[in-house]
Every structure is written in structure tokens, then in C-alpha cells.
């Protein structure tokens, strides 16, 4: 009889669950989208609580879709929206404030002035924080985020002081609420985007502590990806089920990629895109503005990645659908990119919230270029379509330029079903782009990390066996062509940075 696994993907626009069975095929999934609230220009929150209910009923859904009871699930894996701050009350459980998002900037001054200082050695802070963390400062993450909660919320400093209060990110909050606050843990993978934690020595750093003013006692314990990180509430799904996985959403999606050995780079096209490449036990130190991370942590062992992140790929249509209303649905913007010339020199920059890596830059908005009396909707629709393609060959060649070779992407996220981008990822890129038969590869990945720690698979390379392609695209254009595009979209891009 199949092991039955119940993986909850907390996103930035919806939470979803799914039941897997132990082949990797999907049983049963609930979704629900929630509110983005935008309080004023490049903030972004959520409110705590929507997060929580669309969760926990997704959940119930998932389970009612795949026609089980609570009684059947072996084991939960829990795969969240990164870097995105909380922070609550440690007795009562309410938050104190709304969930900061990962893509918010309102810390980006704060972030402009850290970058002036230096360390207690007298070297550039930024630098000595970059070998700590593998991160830049930016606002992105969450150590900026949890500074601001406590200098803005009034009595949110003494009340930190005291102990009374604690942060988390989505995972750690979500597995705080299933447990009825018994357990207060993190992972690896989502502690190192916090901007407090030494990637090295796998522990929180008490000098970056110091640095953020953040109180030792707030901060969650951190443990492997596999873990037992004890049971949910009876009353909330019907049973007692053991949560054994936790990860941050990219580092998911690499893992249900199956990106196990070092060179192997997935891509995933949601909310962002985010383009992760296994460097194995060694830290790549980039360069070139890109972020050294920890790809996983299994048994104390740490895996290594670098990785690129760019804040809007699927948001740009969600744009272009909800603010626009050019198209009804996503699954429409195939058809009009059809019709639209291959040479289009319209380039849409969707620095919405400013750019990502590898220019980091809080401060550029989005920008349209290259209008002309001819441009109509599908010009529009296809420029913000190839944007995703134009910034995803950014990271390519940031991570290039720091001496690691993408020769071949698998892809994943909702973008990745539009055969039309992946095809032309393939032409901007010139390299195979994969895709597996699964796209929900960042639940599935949540879903292994949780049947390793239960038994419910037995190795790596078992689980990599599961991996199944369902198409590849080559590339189909010439030099002249990928040089003469990608030229004209880097001119965007300079004349929308901030100078």
C-alpha cells in the first residue's frame, strides 16, 4: 500500500497543499489565493492570518480531494515563500505586525547606509557580511525586515528585550501553529536567507546579531532539512501527523528536481524566478552579485548553491492581467506571442520593486521601451513574456562570469507549461532547457525531504530515479539574433537603473 505524504506550499500569492503517494504522483491538492496589500510605494505585506487559514484549508482540502483521512498521511514536508519576516507574541501567538514580504523595500535606505560601514576589523561590512552569509545587503532579506518591525512597532523593542517576543519565517511560523507553539525551529536552507546566519559554521552569528540590534532569544532553532520537527494538533487536520521536512521553496524545487550532483541548475518560473546551481560541499564565492547559499542539509551534511534571484516573472503577468487587463488568463498570452515578430524590440523591465540580481538596485521601477504607433497588446503581452527569458540570461551570465557553466536548466513553476517562453528561454540562453513531467516540482521537492526523514524513501539516488521529462527545447536561433536581443534589453535596463 502507497505511503501517503502531505506537502504544503506557502507561496507569495496562494497556498497550496497536495498529497503525493510514495511514486511521486499527485493524490489530491487544495489551493487558495490571498490578499496582497501594497501600504505604500515598493512595501509589500501579507496579513498573518491569511496566511495561516489558506493554509491550514488547503490542507483540509488536499486531504478531501484525494478522498483519505488524516489517519493515512505517513508524514508532512512544509516548503514556504523565503525570507518573508513575522513577528509574534511568544504567549498568545498573535503577530505583532504584518508579514513583511520578501519582495518589500521600505529597508532599502536603511541598506544604502550599511554598505558605508565597516566591520570591528575595519574591512567593508558588506563584505565581511557577504563571507558570512553569502548574501548582500539588501533588503530582500529578512534581518532588515525584523530591525524595522522592532524600531517601528511601538513596544516592539522592549517587549523583544524581554523575550516576549519571536520571529520566524512562513515555515517556522506554520509549524509553530500546527503544533500549537511546541515547536519554535527553522531549517538550514531558511535560515541562511535571513541575513543572521554564518553559512560556514551553520550557526547564527552573534556579531551580525549586534549589528541588526536583534535579540539572540527571538531567533528559532535551526535543524537539517530532514528532521523531526514534532506533530500537528489533532483538532486541526483530524490526527496527530508527524512533520518531518522543511525548506525553503527554491531549494524545494531544486530537490524535487533532483539536482543532487554539483553543476546540475534548475530554474523556477513563479511568483520570481530563481536559478540555483549545486556547488556542492564548497561555497562559490560570486563575483558578480549573486548569492551563496545552502542548497540543502541532510544527516549534518551541508550542500552548497549559488543562486540568482529575480523578483517578478509570473507577477509580471499577474500585471499585465489584473493591472492591465490586456488578457483574462495567462494561458492567453501564448497565443499573442505567437503572432508577434521574432525581432520585437519592445522591452518591457518589470522593476516593480526593483531590480534583483545581478544589479540589485531597490530603487529602479518598471519601464516600458521601444513603443512605436504599431505597438499593440501582444507587443505588451510578449515584451513581459521574453523579460522573464532576458533576466533569467542575466543569471547565466553572472554565474558564468564566476566560472560555473550552465549547459542545461531544468525548469519548473507555472511559467514553464507556456511552451512558447521555454522555447524562446532556449534561444536567449543557448542551452537545453528541460522540463520534467512533474512541474510542481517545489511541493514534490518538500514532499522528499519529508519521506527521507520518515523512511518512506531510502536514498538520493532512489529519488532521482522518479525524475521523468516531459519535453526539451534547443535552440533554434542564431548568434547575431540572441546578441542583437539580449543587447537591446540590456539598454532597458540601463536607462531604468537608478543612477
Not at 557577504?130 to 524595522?148: H, M, N, V
Amino acid at each position: 500500500m502507497s505511503k501517503l505524504i502531505l506537502s504544503i506550499d506557502q507561496g507569495t500569492t496562494s497556498s497550496r497543499a497536495i498529497v503525493f503517494d510514495d511514486n511521486g504522483n499527485r493524490r489530491g491538492v487544495g489551493q487558495q489565493e490571498f490578499t496582497q496589500h501594497f501600504p505604500a510605494n515598493g512595501w509589500v505585506e501579507h496579513d498573518v492570518a491569511d496566511i495561516w487559514q489558506t493554509t491550514l484549508q488547503s490542507c483540509q482540502m488536499a486531504l478531501s480531494d484525494a478522498g483519505v483521512p488524516a489517519e493515512s498521511i505517513h508524514c508532512i514536508g512544509i516548503t514556504n515563500q523565503r525570507e518573508t519576516t513575522i513577528v509574534w507574541d511568544r504567549q498568545s501567538g498573535e503577530p505583532i505586525y504584518n508579514a513583511i514580504v520578501w519582495q518589500d523595500r521600505r529597508t532599502s535606505e536603511y541598506c544604502e547606509q550599511l554598505k558605508l560601514k565597516k566591520d570591528k576589523l575595519g574591512n567593508a561590512l558588506e563584505k565581511s557580511i557577504q563571507e558570512k552569509t553569502g548574501l548582500l545587503i539588501d533588503p530582500y532579506f529578512s534581518a532588515t525586515k525584523i530591525r524595522w518591525i522592532l524600531e517601528e512597532v511601538p513596544g516592539a523593542r522592549q517587549k523583544a528585550e524581554n523575550g516576549e517576543l519571536i520571529f520566524g519565517t512562513v515555515d517556522c511560523f506554520l509549524l509553530w501553529k500546527l503544533t500549537n507553539g511546541k515547536q519554535h525551529c527553522t531549517d538550514a536552507t531558511n535560515a541562511s536567507r535571513t541575513m543572521l546566519f554564518d553559512i560556514r559554521q551553520q550557526q547564527w552569528d552573534e556579531e551580525l546579531l549586534e549589528i541588526f540590534d536583534i535579540p539572540a532569544s527571538m531567533l528559532p532553532e535551526v535543524k537539517d532539512c530532514t528532521a523531526d520537527f514534532g506533530y500537528t494538533e489533532a483538532n486541526l487536520l483530524g490526527a496527530e501527523i508527524p512533520i518531518t521536512g522543511l525548506i525553503g521553496d527554491q531549494q524545494a524545487a531544486a530537490f524535487g528536481q533532483c539536482c543532487f550532483q554539483e553543476g546540475m541548475a534548475k530554474s523556477t518560473y513563479g511568483t520570481g524566478c530563481f536559478l540555483l546551481l549545486n556547488t556542492g560541499k564548497s561555497i562559490l564565492k560570486s563575483e558578480n552579485r549573486l548569492l551563496s547559499t545552502v542548497a540543502y542539509r541532510l544527516s549534518g551534511e551541508t550542500t552548497y548553491a549559488i543562486e540568482g534571484s529575480i523578483f517578478m516573472a509570473g507577477a509580471t503577468m499577474q500585471w499585465i492581467r489584473d493591472g492591465l487587463k490586456l488578457i483574462d488568463n495567462a494561458a492567453e498570452s501564448e497565443a499573442l506571442a505567437r503572432e508577434t515578430t521574432d525581432d520585437l524590440s519592445v522591452y518591457l523591465v518589470p522593476a516593480f520593486t526593483g531590480l534583483g540580481a545581478p544589479y540589485w538596485d531597490p530603487h529602479a521601477r518598471g519601464a516600458l521601451y521601444g513603443l512605436t504607433r504599431d505597438t499593440g497588446i501582444k507587443e505588451v503581452v510578449t515584451a513581459a513574456l521574453l523579460s522573464v527569458c532576458y533576466q533569467s540570461k542575466d543569471l547565466v551570465e553572472a554565474i558564468a562570469a564566476d566560472g560555473a557553466i550552465v549547459k542545461s536548466l531544468r525548469v519548473d513553476g507555472g511559467m514553464a507549461n507556456n511552451n512558447y517562453v521555454m522555447q524562446k528561454l532556449a534561444d536567449i540562453l543557448d542551452c537545453q532547457i528541460h522540463r520534467p513531467e512533474i512541474t510542481e516540482t517545489t511541493a514534490l521537492g518538500a514532499a522528499y525531504v519529508a519521506g527521507l526523514q520518515a523512511g518512506v524513501f531510502d536514498s538520493l539516488e532512489s529519488i532521482s530515479q522518479m525524475w521523468n521529462l516531459d519535453q526539451s527545447f534547443q535552440s533554434e536561433k542564431g548568434t547575431s539574433w540572441r546578441d542583437r536581443q539580449y543587447k537591446g534589453w540590456l539598454d532597458a535596463v540601463e536607462r531604468t537603473r537608478v543612477k
